[in-house]
């Protein structure tokens, strides 16, 4: 069998072809690192928004999970079928597990979870949060790779 080799012009057509045919809506995340967000903000990394009443996400052995990213809706412009309001919020453990998480069934929250918050309690503050004394990527152990050392607006 002859190999074909495409032209420059006919690579980029099919390129463009497989682009069109695969695209779907997407949002992007703009990190603002001159800004320290607050307890509520959307953010990767940093201290989470978690009420003192509620079980922390923790991982298959027990050990408290670390936040890797949370979107409060109210503050960011998205469309249906997403919420217009809440938190929703990304946890992956960083003791039990290498692979941050990655599980092939992907519906066993086990070493990661994913919470949405549907209310918000803004009555709830920064102090409030730290006495739970949680886990927070750049504030962990130095032998723990996470991927985030800091906390993102």
């Known amino acids: 069998m002859k190999k074909k080799i495409l032209t420059t012009e006919q690579a980029k057509l099919v390129a463009e072809t497989i682009k069109n045919k695969t695209a779907v809506p997407f949002y992007g995340l703009i990190i603002d690192r001159g800004r320290k967000p607050l307890l509520t903000d959307s953010k990767l990394g940093g201290l989470s928004y978690w009420s003192p009443t509620k079980e922390y996400p923790a991982a ?8 890797l990213a949370q979107i409060n809706f109210a503050k960011v412009h998205v469309q249906h079928p997403l919420p217009q309001e809440g938190i929703l919020q990304f946890f992956l453990s960083y003791r ?3 692979m941050y998480g990655l599980d092939e069934e992907t519906d066993c929250q086990e070493n990661f979870r994913v919470v949405y918050h549907e ?5 709830l503050t ?6 739970l004394h949680l886990p927070i990527c750049g504030k962990l152990p130095d032998n723990v ?3 985030l050392s800091t906390e993102y607006a």
């Open 96 to 98: 039990d597990d290498f």
């Open 126 to 131: 920064h102090e409030q949060v730290e006495s």
């Open 145 to 147: 790779a996470m991927p």
């Open 60 to 67: 298959s052995k027990g050990n408290k999970m670390v936040l």
């Open 119 to 123: 209310h918000i309690d803004n009555s």
